[in-house]
């Protein structure tokens, strides 16, 4: 019996039949994770606001409010909270969709291109619905949020994402080298990023030698970037958006010639024969 299977002979048809296939595979990798796409919006806003309570007691209780940008308290916080949950899921997910070998790519038409742009994309999709909501909620609930630039917040938020991808890829591609030491990499850049991507210190208040310990994470610049729009009375002196630009597509041109090697030459039984 002879198995027809549909062939695109136009960019516009192989396109069309791209983004159905994306479309599918978003819907189920947001399912994926809590079994429901509502429920998974709602885990990201009460990861949220719990972090946002927990930031304000903190801040409140040692009296660190003097540490912060003049104006708004809640707008420092929520700036450094939102790109920092953005990157750390962006990582997450990007790791977790690179396998060469592994579940959906290994069966037509999935390639490792879909895999990792459904997830990727999914997580975007609950993390700014969530952040929309909750600001909508805080606006109401405090009467009015005022930002600066709101629409220079949109590429420092983008390069958060961005830079996660790029990292979370990298994490990704190595993985099937050390496949016990990478994931405890990953978990520690994940666990550092509370402390090393300076939402709870603005880069201006720092002074040259601990500034040494944070500009090699590109979180720090987005999140000082973002601030500096958010904020009529502040400028970012020790910060850029060059760096994660620069950063981001190296790491991302070093990881799709790893993942394209690896799909060329790795097995099943990588993995198993790795002792790291």
Known sequence: MEIKTRVNKTLFGASMSFMELLFHSIVRS?????????????????????????????????????????????????????????HNKAVASAMGAVSPVGGLTLHA???????????????????????????????????GLEFYNPAGLIFPFFMAWASGIAIGLTFGVLQPFAPKFIPMVAQMYRRLNMITSGKMLPANYMSATMITWFDWNPLFHTIDQARGHAFVNYFPHHTNMEYPVYLSLTLVMIAMMIEFWLRKNMSQSWGKRSKL
């Open 30 to 86: 947001a399912r994926k994770s809590s079994g429901n796409a509502t429920l998974g919006l709602l885990i990201v806003m009460a990861q949220s606001l719990i972090m946002l309570a927990i930031f304000f007691l903190l801040f409140s209780v040692l009296g660190m409010k003097s540490v912060a940008i003049r104006g708004d308290f809640v707008i420092f916080l929520l700036t450094g909270i939102f790109l920092f949950l953005t």
């Open 109 to 143: 038409p999935i390639s490792s291109l879909l895999n990792i742009m459904s997830s990727v994309l999914s997580g975007l999709y609950l993390q700014v619905l969530a952040f929309t909501l909750i600001l909508l909620v805080v606006h109401i609930l405090r009467g």
